[in-house]
């Protein structure tokens, strides 16, 4: 990942173990500070909070007069319920990619993102994690999907991959969160032993559950640490190879491929990669990071995003290549729609956004230009959303059979569940934000220190 | 017990070393990041990662044996053809559960070993424990004979030394 010439150091200068324990502790306890939080985050969160209240209103009004408020019908039985979730899953692989794969890899500037990136996981799994439910349509019966000795005899079918997916889910959050939960043990006892009042003194001690640092402690905590990363790395390319094979198991036109786990793993980077800049870059500001978050760390993750870029644009030539190699006149019919049809604009917006904007990251002078990187990965997040948008709609608009054709039209009520679900993946992180240490200092101490 | 802060690792880790070697009483190190494995920060392993293993192993084996028995036994059924028993299928959710099964047990398996959660420590009562989370390097021993852990903890250039009652 380092070029020869010109290699921003992954930390500034003149920074210690010292300096960065005082200065990420100030970010979260802001002892003295005035005002104690800032304002930027009261805004940033009276806009989610807004949002979420618009998603809490459409899920309430969803429960109460079923899924018939959305444009779902026949033969497009799956619209923005799948869509969101798909894409919400995706946005969550950029934290355990950077936690654990580069944890694993052994590389520097990971360290400084991986507490932002999990948090970024943790969120976006959260809000993926409510889709599944809310798209059943007796949402209370959800604990069917448990396997469980019930009176009924019955058992999940365990040889579909929805029913993988639903262990792939329920094992990704509960990991999700035990990991970031495990990593941020130290951080807690420091902000425990740092914090002044007694009130933030008990909520952070409690949390931290009694770590001391104690020689025991660290010699658990490292190897429990790396068994973890080393399960998270293949546990996210599992879900969303499962994910893929959601679609890849049905017999839709332009599902039934064997290419669409791996299309799917490259896609969940590529997101995931471009919310872990759209968060870090103005953070980065507002927060003082930048002395951890350097250059460096931009610029890296800007080659990690046009790579991910890549990879899908390679996904999205194959598919093409698949259909006309391929035997099937219906996946050919259904292409050229998707193509020149009813949703081509959703077709080749997602071609811009996520393969051609991205180009422009060959050029380091782009990865290091901020406002240009954020609006690239915001077009990308877009670009991911539109993906999802032609593989479900346009596959199931354009069947085998001609005279089951349709199209599909979201509601009022789909739109607002989508953005509910954006207020509530920005309330949960403005929150870890504020409350959390937002930089793994004990991992940031240990770096600090050099090869002895 | 007797509560002793240093300013580098190594001299808190020699100052420990030496105390055990005579001592068969407690001596316990603590500071904010892992301990350097190049300054003999790495003594002796760990048994989580067997542990982990164990778990994985007893979730992914129990989730395929739950797949197996509800489509062989408990409720078999011909979907497209495929044989009741028809493992591949298994295989994802099998995994799945491994993972949730190392995951879970390495969390709890830390917990235990690790004696948390642990809110209140006799220990905690030291004014240099403050600072073991902060950067510092704390030494906490129990030694039998405490006249020669001072003398130690002096000879290695303990910054404070502190008596706390148990």
């Known amino acids: ?136 349509g007796r949402p209370w019966f959800f604990y069917w999907l448990f396997p469980y000795p019930n009176t009924m005899g019955l058992w999940a079918q365990f040889r579909s991959p929805l029913v993988w997916d639903f262990f792939a889910i329920l094992t990704y959050v509960l990991a999700s969160i035990l990991f970031w939960y495990f990593g941020l043990l130290p951080d807690l006892a420091t902000l425990r032993d740092r914090a002044q009042g007694q009130g933030r003194r008990v909520f952070y001690g409690v949390l931290a559950l009694g770590f001391r640092g104690s020689g ?25 190879s499962i994910v893929g094979m959601d679609f890849a198991g049905s017999a839709a036109t332009g599902w039934h491929s064997t290419q669409f786990p791996p299309f799917f793993v490259f896609g969940a980077a590529l997101s995931g990669f471009a919310v872990v800049l759209l968060a870090i870059l103005p953070l980065r500001s507002l927060l003082g990071l930048h002395a951890y978050v350097t250059e460096r760390h931009i610029d890296v993750l800007g080659r990690l995003f046009l790579t991910s870029s890549l990879c899908v644009g390679y996904a999205y030539v194959m598919d093409a290549f698949a259909t006309f190699y391929g035997p099937d006149e219906a996946d050919r019919t259904m292409f050229l729609m998707r193509v020149f049809g009813l949703y081509a604009p959703v077709y080749w917006g997602t071609i811009v956004l996520n393969i051609v904007f991205p180009q422009l990251l060959w050029w380091r002078s782009v990865r290091l230009t901020q406002p240009l990187v954020w609006l690239i990965g915001l077009g990308v997040l877009v670009g991911m959303w539109l993906e999802r948008f032609q593989i479900i709609v346009t596959s199931l608009a354009r069947t085998q059979l001609p005279s089951t054709w349709g199209q599909y039209t979201p509601t009022l009520w789909e739109w607002s569940l989508l953005f509910g679900t954006i207020g509530l993946f920005l309330t949960a992180f403005l929150l870890i934000v504020r409350l959390m240490p937002v930089v793994a200092m004990a991992e940031m101490r240990a770096m600090l220190r050099g090869p002895a | 017990m007797i509560v002793a802060a240093f300013a580098t690792e190594a001299a808190m880790r020699e100052a420990a070393a030496e105390i055990r070697r005579g001592d068969p009483g407690g001596v316990e190190t603590y500071m904010a990041m892992e301990p350097d494995e190049a300054q003999g920060g790495a003594e002796g392993g760990s048994i989580l990662p067997a542990v982990m293993l164990g778990g994985g192993v007893a979730g992914g084996l129990g989730g395929f044996l739950m797949q197996a028995y509800a489509t062989t036994i408990s409720y078999p059924q011909n979907i497209g053809g495929r044989p009741d028993l028809s493992w591949p299928a298994y295989i994802p959710t099998t995994f799945e559960l491994a993972v949730l099964g190392a995951v879970v047990a390495g969390m709890a398996g830390f917990l235990v070993l690790a004696g948390m959660p642990r809110l209140y420590d006799p220990v905690d009562e030291a004014e240099g424990m403050r600072a073991a989370m902060l950067g510092g390097y704390v030494l906490v021993a129990r030694p039998t004979d405490a006249a020669r852990a001072r003398q130690v903890l002096s000879r290695h250039a303990a910054i404070g030394i502190e008596d706390v009652a148990e």
């Not at chain 1, 805004?43 to 779902?72: E, K, Q």
């Not at chain 1, 894409?87 to 520097?108: D, P, Q």
């Not at chain 1, 402690?217 to 068994?227: C, D, E, G, N, S």
């Open chain 1, 216 to 240: 025991r402690q660290w010699r658990h905590y490292r190897a429990v640490y790396a068994v973890m990363a080393a399960l998270m790395a293949p546990l996210v390319v599992s879900v969303h």
């Open chain 1, 1 to 136: 990942m380092s070029g020869p010439a010109a290699v921003a150091p992954v930390v500034a200068p003149g920074e210690t173990a010292q300096s960065l324990t005082e200065r990420i502790c100030a970010v979260t306890l802001r002892e003295g500070a005035r005002p104690w939080t800032p304002l930027w985050w009261w805004a940033a969160l009276a806009v989610s909070l807004g949002l979420l209240g618009m998603g809490v209103i459409a899920v309430g009004w969803l429960f109460y007069a079923g899924l018939g408020i959305w444009g779902i019908d026949w033969p497009v039985v799956w619209g923005l319920d799948i869509l969101n979730y798909v894409w919400w899953i995706a946005i969550a692989s950029g934290g355990t990619f950077i936690s654990a794969l580069f944890f694993l890899l052994g590389v520097e500037w990971r360290t400084a993102l991986n507490r932002l990136a999990e948090s970024l996981t943790l969120c976006a799994a959260l809000c993926a994690a409510i889709f599944p439910i809310l798209h059943l």
